[in-house]
C-alpha cells in the first residue's frame, strides 16, 4: 500500500508561482505512472500533469507551457511547479500514482488563485 501526502498548496495572487509535492512511502523508482490532478467545485477531477518512468511527461491542454511536473526518485517525491497561476486553476489538488494494477491517490491539497 502506497501512501502519497502532498503538501505546498496555499492562497496566492494571480500571476504567481506555487510548487507542490508529494512524497510517497516507498521507492517511486518502480511506479510506472504518477501525476497530479484536480478537482474545482461542481467539476470532474481532470488530469493536469503525469510522468511516466522513462521521463516522459504529458500536459491537460490548460496547463501546457505553464506548469512542469518532475520526479526525484532518491526523495520519494514527485513535484508540479505552477507558474502564472490563473483564477481557474483554483482547485484541489491530488497525487497519484499507479502501481501493481492499484490506483494510490493523495488526501489533496487547496489552491486558491485569486486577488
Known amino acids: 500500500q502506497v501512501q502519497l501526502v502532498e503538501s505546498g498548496g496555499g492562497l496566492v495572487q494571480p500571476g504567481e508561482s506555487l510548487r507542490l509535492s508529494c512524497a510517497a512511502s516507498e521507492s517511486i523508482f518502480s511506479i510506472n505512472f504518477m501525476g497530479w490532478y484536480r478537482q474545482a467545485p461542481g467539476k470532474e477531477r481532470e488530469l493536469v500533469a503525469a510522468i511516466i518512468s522513462g521521463g516522459i511527461t504529458n500536459y491537460g491542454g490548460s496547463v501546457k507551457g505553464r506548469f512542469t511536473i518532475s520526479r526525484d526518485n532518491a526523495k520519494n517525491t514527485v513535484y508540479l511547479q505552477m507558474n502564472s497561476l490563473k483564477p481557474e486553476d483554483t482547485a484541489v489538488y491530488y497525487c497519484?500514482?499507479?502501481?501493481?494494477?492499484?490506483?494510490?491517490w493523495g488526501q489533496g491539497t487547496q489552491v486558491t488563485v485569486s486577488s
Open positions: 497519484y500514482a499507479y502501481l501493481r494494477s492499484n490506483d494510490y
